[in-house]
Nanobody
Framework: VQLQASGGGLVQAGGSLRLSCAASGRGFNKYFVGWFRQAPGKEREFVIGISYTGSGTYSADSVKGRFTISRDNAKNTVYLQMTSLKPEDTAVYYC?????????????????WGRGTLVTVSS
C-alpha cells in the first residue's frame, strides 16, 4: 500500500483546509486509518482516525470539534477537514494505515505511512 497525502498549505488562523490521503494497493479499505502530525521540535502525535467502515472516528482532545475525518472506500481516499485552525496546528500531517480494524492511537500499530503534507497556520 502506498499513501499520498495532499492539500496542505498556508492559511490564516480561523481558516480551513481539507487534506486528502489517497491510497494505492489492496487493503486500504479494510483497516483503521489515522492522521498524525509533527510540529517542529516535537514528537509525532495522533490527531484523528477512522474505522474501516467509516462509522467510527476518534480525535485527539486538541482538535475535537474542529477537525473531522471521513473516507470514501470506493476511491481509496480518506479526508481530513480542518476548521478554526490555530497557529499551534502548524505541522507536517501524515496519513497512515494501521494493522488493526479498530481504533488505535499507537503509531507502532501503523505499518504504512504517507510522506506528509505541511500545514502552516499564521496568526
Amino acid at each position: 500500500v502506498q499513501l499520498q497525502a495532499s492539500g496542505g498549505g498556508l492559511v490564516q488562523a480561523g481558516g480551513s483546509l481539507r487534506l486528502s490521503c489517497a491510497a494505492s494497493g489492496r487493503g486500504f479499505n479494510k483497516y483503521f486509518v489515522g492522521w498524525f502530525r509533527q510540529a517542529p521540535g516535537k514528537e509525532r502525535e495522533f490527531v484523528i482516525g477512522i474505522s474501516y467502515t467509516g462509522s467510527g472516528t476518534y480525535s485527539a482532545d486538541s482538535v475535537k470539534g474542529r477537525f473531522t475525518i471521513s473516507r470514501d472506500n470506493a476511491k481509496n481516499t480518506v479526508y481530513l477537514q480542518m476548521t478554526s485552525l490555530k497557529p499551534e496546528d502548524t505541522a507536517v500531517y501524515y496519513c497512515a494505515q494501521s494493522s488493526r480494524l479498530s481504533i488505535t492511537l499507537n503509531s507502532n500499530d501503523y505499518n504504512y505511512w504517507g510522506r506528509g503534507t505541511l500545514v502552516t497556520v499564521s496568526s
